[in-house]
């Protein structure tokens, strides 16, 4: 599977964005998805995930209400959409696909895209 992230770019706090993860090669959706992020100087971390069929969704604590994960099989593509965004939301955005079905740690994933840079301004 070939990941492709896109969507990221500046915002002022309280705004919003959505972040496009397209995919390509083998079946789509037979992995769950999730999104992870990394702030400079830091661990990459866990956002949140979807599973295969989008039924479900799980998220870090400090995104929840706020993150919203959708995945449109038909078009090969997993979204993230994030409100009122925060400074601290700042970072590189990453996809990836698991074909485990409840992975949060990175290590669990099996493809990942390039990331894109969301930057929250103050």
């Known amino acids: 599977v070939q990941l492709q992230a896109s969507g990221g770019g500046l915002v002022q706090a309280g705004g919003s964005l959505r972040l496009s993860c397209a995919a390509s090669?083998?079946?789509?959706?037979?992995?769950?998805m999730g999104w992870f992020r990394q702030a400079p100087g830091k661990e990459r971390e866990f956002v949140g995930r979807?599973?295969?069929?989008?039924?479900?969704?799980d998220y870090q604590d400090s995104v929840k209400g706020r993150f919203t994960i959708s995945k449109d099989n038909a078009k090969n593509t997993v979204y993230l959409q994030m409100n009122s965004l925060k400074p601290e939301d700042t970072a590189v955005y990453y996809c990836?696909?698991?074909?485990?079905?409840?992975?949060?740690?990175?290590?669990?994933?099996?493809?990942w895209g390039r990331g894109t840079l969301v930057t929250v301004s103050s």
């Open positions: 979807i599973t295969r069929g989008g039924s479900s969704t």
């Open positions: 090669g083998r079946t789509f959706a037979g992995y769950s």
């Open positions: 990836a696909a698991s074909v485990r079905a409840l992975a949060t740690r990175p290590g669990s994933y099996d493809y």
